[in-house]
């Protein structure tokens, strides 16, 4: 399984940490202290999951000179679909008029494009009929937020990113992706409204904040760092590789604080590590193929280097997957 062509796309509004300055108790230096973060992109009001994930596609198809209708199976990994009923996944295929193709969203948090790997992979060794498939990963965090908390709302922007793939050719082959659930972590990192614990809406329910993302940071930091080092030495270990066999890696964007530490556990130099934290935060699923696409676009990831994705999200889910460039 190859990722032919990749694309992302960042909303133009910016939200820096003065702005958050404005709206909670906080300062620049204290954001950037302790997560990593400068700013982060905003969707516009019109701006739905699926227009990112359009604007992301259209970028990868047009870099591979695919054509809508040449797909077969479009998969959005996203906790923020556009609506509950139809999928992102169904309103992107229209927008695209890839009228051929199944789509479906696939819900796995943070971790979300690695669980999108594994089952695109697992699609095209069930069915010779499907030959190109678009993975997209996007996210409208910032409508999950509560702006009056202030260790949870400076963490989350937007954005959204597209991959190709296909079974073989150029690009980025896949030689391993492993994934990870523990549902006895869910509610660490929880969004309790939408789902039918939380339907209908209710004045009752919006009192009491349950339409806003509620994260548990010190359980998470520390599981997040276990699995994210595990499950990429498992990765490595299984293609009889080590972390020096490694030229890039590019964690989940969740903190800075949690990179180093990953890094630390690999010892891992940060130079081989991707960073897009800083001007974009936490983007959820978005964030590993957000930055693959810049790494790749600004000639970093070259023929013959292998990359390492490593990600968690709440589930608990967590992944890893190794990639090889070919030319």
């Known amino acids: 399984m190859v990722i032919a062509a990749t694309g992302s796309y960042l909303p133009e509004r910016v939200l820096h940490n003065r702005d958050l300055e404005k709206m909670v108790d906080t300062s620049d230096e204290w954001i950037f202290t302790r997560t990593g973060i400068r700013e982060r992109r905003m969707a516009a009001p019109d701006e739905a999951t699926s227009d990112l994930c359009l604007r992301a596609a259209r970028r990868a198809l047009d870099e591979d000179g695919?054509?809508?209708?040449d797909l077969d199976l479009i998969v959005v990994t996203t906790i923020t679909p556009d609506t509950m009923c139809p999928s992102a996944a169904c309103w992107l295929q229209n927008k695209l008029g890839a009228d051929r193709a199944v789509a479906f969203d696939l819900a796995a948090a943070c971790s979300g494009f690695l669980f999108g790997l594994k089952t695109v992979q697992s699609f095209l060794a069930a069915d010779p009929r499907i030959r190109n498939v678009l993975l997209c990963s996007a996210e409208v965090m910032t409508r999950?937020?509560?702006?009056?908390?202030?260790?949870?709302c400076i963490l989350w922007g937007d954005g959204g990113a597209?991959?190709?793939i296909r079974r073989d050719g150029p690009g980025l082959h896949?030689?391993?992706?492993?994934?990870?659930?523990?549902g006895a972590y869910g509610e660490d990192l929880l969004l309790p409204g939408g789902g039918s614990r939380t339907t209908p809406i209710s004045h009752e329910s919006v009192d009491r904040n349950l339409h806003t993302l509620k994260l548990e940071g010190k359980k998470t930091f520390?599981?997040?760092?276990?699995?994210?080092a595990g499950i990429a030495r498992e990765v490595l270990e299984a293609e009889g590789l080590g972390v020096e066999d490694v030229d890039w890696?590019?964690?989940?964007?969740?903190?800075?604080r949690i990179q180093e530490a990953v890094a630390q556990v690999l010892?891992?130099?940060?130079?081989?590590?991707?960073?897009?934290i800083e001007k974009y935060g936490n983007i959820s699923s978005a964030t590993i193929p957000i930055a693959l696409d810049e790494a790749r676009r600004?000639?970093?990831?070259?023929?013959?280097?292998?990359?390492?994705?490593?990600?968690?999200g709440g589930g608990l889910t967590w992944g890893a997957a190794l990639l090889e460039a070919q030319g």
């Open 249 to 256: 890696v590019i964690p989940h964007q969740a903190n800075r």
């Open 144 to 152: 999950t937020v509560d702006y009056t908390d202030r260790a949870s």
């Open 162 to 164: 597209a991959a190709l």
């Open 222 to 228: 520390r599981v997040a760092v276990r699995c994210m």
């Open 66 to 69: 695919t054509a809508p209708d």
């Open 267 to 276: 010892k891992l130099p940060l130079e081989k590590m991707v960073f897009t």
């Open 174 to 182: 896949l030689r391993r992706v492993e994934i990870r659930t523990q």
């Open 298 to 312: 600004d000639g970093r990831i070259r023929p013959g280097q292998r990359v390492l994705l490593t990600a968690f």
